[in-house]
């Protein structure tokens, strides 16, 4: 049973950082791409950023680009999002997505930049 479970939401004032992490289990980790997705009330879920299985290359959102980092660690099955400079529009549940031939979400964890 695949599972993805995030961790490291919560409160923080703008201009602020914050680190999520996503621990999977259940599945080959290091074949699958990661990424993290959002999704604000009344919004369609959106891509964040990506990270490759193999190349480890990086994609992200024009919108976060330069203030959010996505990386993987492979022998703990674990992948973060750093996201620094925190606006109030990346206020958000953010969800831990892994990809190759299924598709898995994890629960989602809120984010919320507000002073």
């Known amino acids: 049973q695949v599972q993805l479970v995030e961790s490291g939401g919560g409160l923080v004032q703008p201009g602020g950082s914050l680190g999520l992490s996503c621990a999977a289990s259940?599945?080959?980790?290091?074949?699958?791409?990661m990424s993290w997705y959002r999704q604000a009330p009344g919004k369609e879920r959106e891509l964040v950023a990506r990270?490759?299985?193999?190349?480890?290359?990086?994609n992200y959102a024009d919108s976060v680009k330069g203030r959010f980092t996505i990386s993987r660690d492979n022998a703990k099955n674990t992948v973060y999002l750093q996201m620094n400079s925190l606006k109030p529009e990346d206020t958000a549940v953010y969800y831990c997505?892994?990809?190759?031939?299924?598709?898995?979400w994890g629960q989602g964890t809120q984010v919320t930049v507000s002073s």
């Open positions: 997505n892994a990809a190759r031939f299924s598709v898995y």
């Open positions: 259940g599945l080959t980790f290091s074949s699958y791409t």
């Open positions: 990270i490759f299985s193999v190349t480890g290359s990086t």
